[in-house]
Structure formats: C-alpha cells, structure tokens
C-alpha cells in the first residue's frame, strides 16, 4: 500500500501581471490537483515550481530570470538530497522569449503559454521522462480552446473570485506586446460562463470579477445558439445567480463602451460602482500614435454617459508617460484630463519598449530623466486624488466583503463596492460575509472603520480566502 503523503506532491506557483494570470494559476492549480499536486506557500522543497509570468513591461519579465536564479540554488539542494524538482515558466514570458528562457536558463524544465496549460499533465509527464536539461517549450496556439479541456472541479478561489469570459486582443495599441502572446480575441460561451460563476459561488465566491484583456469586447454564443450576448447582458444574467452579490469586469477599452453596458451600471444592483477604464493619455496625437482609436474627448463622453447612469461611480485608469514623441504639452493635455475627471485611483507607467511592437522603433523615443519626471509628476495628482476620495468616505458607513484577515491580530480585510481596502477588527467567522462598516479613517491607500452590521445574511461557514504571501491568488504586476 502506498501512503497518502508518496502520492501528494508539492506545488508552488508564483504569479505576476494581470489578474488573467491570476486566474490562469488557479486553473493549473485545477489541472494539476487530480495528479496529487497540492499548493505549497515555499518553492523550497517542491515537486513543481510554476512562474506565471508577465511580458508587458521589461522590468516584469526581468524579475522572471531573478527568481529562476534564486530557484536554481533551490533545485540543486532538492537533487542533492536524491530528489527532483521541475521547474517551468508559463504565461506571457513563456509564450514571447520560450527559446531565450530556455538559453538562458537552463535549470527550466518547461515553457509553455497561457493558450496551453491545460495540457500540464502531459506535459509533466513528459519532462518527468525526460533528460534532465532538455528542456520542453509548448507555445504554439493550440487548436482546441483551454476551457474545453479544464477540470470542472476548481480550487476555491475564496470570497472574491476571478472568471475570464473573453481572452486575447485585436486591438494592437502601437505599446503593446498582448495581442501577440495572448492571441486574438475569444469569448466564452454564455452558458459555460455561468456554470463557472455557479461553481464558484458553491465553492465559496460571494463577488465575481469577470475578465478580459478587452472584457467589454465580450460577444459570447447565447445559450439557446442563436446570436450572442454582450457583457450587459452577460452581466444581467450573472446577476440572476442565487448567493453571488457582486459584480466587476476588468479590463475594459473606451471604444467597447456599449449603450447595453453603460444602463446595466445603472439599473444592475450586484453590479459594483467602480470601473477600470484606461484612457493611457490625454493628449490625441499621443492617442493616435498609440493606436487607440479614441479622441480624448470620447473617453470624456464615455464617462459622461457612465455618470449619468451611476452618478456615484469610482473610476480608475491607467497611464503611460513617455510614449514614443510625447512633448511637454502632450503630457499636460494628460494631467489635464485626470484633473477634469477625478479618479479613485489609478495605475500610471513609464513607457517600455517592448522587442516587436511598433512603437519600439518609433522615433522620438523619451529619454528615461523626462520619463521619471513626467511619471513623478502624474503621480503626485493621482495620489492626491485618491486619498481625497479616501478622505471623502469619512463617516460613511459602506457594504464591505470581508476577504481575509488582516496582519494584527483579530483583524480582517475587505472591499468596499468601490474597491477601496477596509481595515476593522471582526471575528474571523464573518469571512466571506458581506458586512455593514462605519468607516472612521480614510488613508490614502485604505480604509479603517468599525463593524456595525451583517446584512448578508448567507450561511456563516464560507471558505476562507487563500492566505496572503501563498504565492498563488497574489500577483505582482
Ligand atoms: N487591455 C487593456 C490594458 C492591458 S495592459 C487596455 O487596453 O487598456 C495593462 C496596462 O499596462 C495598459 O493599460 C498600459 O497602461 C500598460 N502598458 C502596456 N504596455 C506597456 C508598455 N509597453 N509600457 C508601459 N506600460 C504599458
Ligand atoms: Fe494591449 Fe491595446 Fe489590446 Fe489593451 S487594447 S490589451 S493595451 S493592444
Ligand atoms: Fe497580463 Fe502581463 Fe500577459 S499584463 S496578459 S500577464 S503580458
């Protein structure tokens, strides 16, 4: 007989970028856990240690080839001791530099892309047979779509859970390197959406966050085969799910705005007053060259409209300064922009030029001194906007979905609907529970009030969340 800790093997996974990777890792988590693979908070010691890795910008993926070092040391101790440790390097990385990866890191055993993952346990099984050192790359887009092939059984994901409905990008911004290790775009089916979303909420989701390099691009096969549905609808639908209370959607494009989309902010409760929409930069020339095909002015619209529907609404937007040709006065067009419009937060960049997409080469690349100026800058307004909409909660009392705990004792974490962290001292029985708050502290970067009720009424065993620091559900864009 063999005992259950032979047949258990220990997984690490570390995730960076978007929270499409975030997903993804859960998925291998998924697909790897029928083999006995079991997540494990240290790569020290395990069977499999999985780098989902991020291409966007050259520090992420730099940050790539630091840990393989560090788990070099890590694998050559496990094989000291007789034992064998695979090491593999998934996601955008993997898909955009396999051949480099593998050159310059020898101690991989595996690179595969974010279309393929579903094929891990072949995969493994494959390099478990293998030569130590002849390494495996699987980046090639797969005929078959990944989501036909995922186990249905998924490793809970806690009270809020990532579900992503539309994948790739067509859009081909002149910065970008996903439309290249993504792929074109694809939309899940309406009813396999909704499944994953009635699966999740089983296993312990309260707030469902459906995503999408361009998720309000989203047109997915209609239930009954005839036409398709638009993410308002899809939302719609969604919000029909008994015990799921919340709904967000990340990452949406300015142009993909849609009437259907804009009323369902209005008129859908479970849908969350908070909306990441990035406008990348304020000035149009600066718009144009980027290929986004929108005006400034479109985007103005575009909240506009959105306002009208929720007047409440907390937007958060990201920036890039420095693009390829930005002039002073393309930079202020941008400030001016975030000063006319107001964000709850937001996330802003240096431009990095990324090998193979246009912008790359362009000409009137912006010297890293102005870069760091301009970002400065920007960043001063943005954070002052933020702490003022932080401030501005003082004395408020909001719903908060409570998470996970907090690092003093007796203390959780949780969301706002308007995706602000909130700090209270609660009993952990209440994770996963939708709670009433008084917030007395608006910080700049979160939260801290006192519990003054529970209004969700749901049952009160809810899987806690994953721990923070476990490697997996965090990502480190
Ligand atoms: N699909 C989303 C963005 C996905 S990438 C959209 O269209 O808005 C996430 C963010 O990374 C982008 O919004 C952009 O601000 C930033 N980014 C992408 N490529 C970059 C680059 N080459 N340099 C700096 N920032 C970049
Ligand atoms: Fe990249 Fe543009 Fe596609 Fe967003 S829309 S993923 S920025 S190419
Ligand atoms: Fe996401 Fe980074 Fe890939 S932002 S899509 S993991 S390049």
Redesign the pocket.
């Given at each position: 007989m063999v005992c259950e800790s032979a047949l258990t093997k220990k997984l690490f996974i570390k995730t960076y970028g978007?929270q499409m990777n975030v997903y993804d890792s859960a998925r291998m988590a998924d697909v790897l856990a029928p083999l006995g693979y079991k997540i494990s908070a240290t790569p020290r010691d395990a069977d499999l240690v999985i780098l989902n890795t991020c291409h966007?910008?050259e520090k992420a993926a730099e940050k790539v080839f630091s840990e393989l070092g560090r788990l070099k040391g890590f694998k050559g101790e496990k094989e000291s001791g007789g034992g064998r440790m695979l090491i593999a390097v998934a996601g955008c990385v993997g898909q955009a530099e396999g051949d480099e990866v593998l050159r310059r890191a020898p101690q991989v055993d595996i690179v595969l892309g974010p279309q393929t993952y579903h094929r891990l346990p072949e995969i493994v099984a494959r390099a478990l047979g293998a030569v130590p050192g002849s390494g495996i790359l699987e980046t090639d887009f797969p005929i078959e779509s990944k989501f036909d092939h995922l186990p249905e059984e998924a490793v809970s994901q806690g009270p809020a859970a990532f579900l992503s409905v539309q994948e790739g990008?067509d859009?081909f911004?002149t910065?970008?390197?996903?439309p290249y290790t993504r792929g074109t775009e694809f939309s899940r089916p309406v009813g396999e959406v909704v499944a994953e979303a009635e699966r999740l909420v089983a296993a312990g989701a309260v707030e469902i966050t459906l995503l999408g390099?361009?998720v309000n691009a989203y047109h997915g096969s209609a239930p009954d085969g005839r036409g398709s549905y638009g993410l308002g609808r899809l939302i719609r639908r969604l919000a029909e799910v008994d015990g799921l209370e919340r709904l967000r959607y990340t990452?949406s494009?300015p142009r993909d705005m849609d009437d259907e989309l804009v009323a369902a902010h209005g008129d859908v409760d479970k849908l969350m007053p908070y909306l990441h929409l990035?406008i990348?930069s304020g000035s149009d020339r600066i718009l144009e060259a980027m290929n986004r095909r929108h005006a400034a002015d479109d985007y103005r619209r575009v909240v506009e409209r959105l306002r009208a529907a929720r007047p409440d609404l907390a937007l958060s937007s990201?920036?890039?300064v420095g693009f390829p040709g930005e002039t002073d006065r393309d930079f202020a067009e941008t400030l001016r922009v975030v000063t006319e419009i107001g964000f709850s937060q937001a996330?802003s960049?240096?431009?990095?030029?990324?090998p193979g997409?246009p912008a790359a080469s362009a000409e009137g690349q912006v010297t890293d001194a102005v870069k760091n100026e301009r970002l400065a800058m920007l960043q001063i307004l943005l954070n002052e906007q933020q702490a003022a909409f932080n401030r501005a909660s003082e004395g408020h009392t909001m719903a908060v979905l409570l998470e996970r705990s907090g690092r003093r004792a007796g203390q959780l974490v949780g969301r706002s609907p308007y995706m602000q962290a909130v700090h209270l001292a609660a009993p952990p029985r209440l994770l996963g529970r939708i709670v009433e708050v008084r917030i007395d502290a608006g910080h700049p970067n979160s939260l801290a009030g006192c519990l003054v009720g529970d209004r969700s009424g749901g049952p009160t065993t809810r899987r806690p969340a994953a721990e923070p620091g476990d490697g997996l559900w965090e990502a480190t864009i």
């Open positions: 978007c966007i910008r990008c859009k911004c910065f970008c390197v996903v390099q361009n990452t494009h990035p990348q990201d920036f890039i996330y960049f240096k431009y990095s030029p990324r997409t």
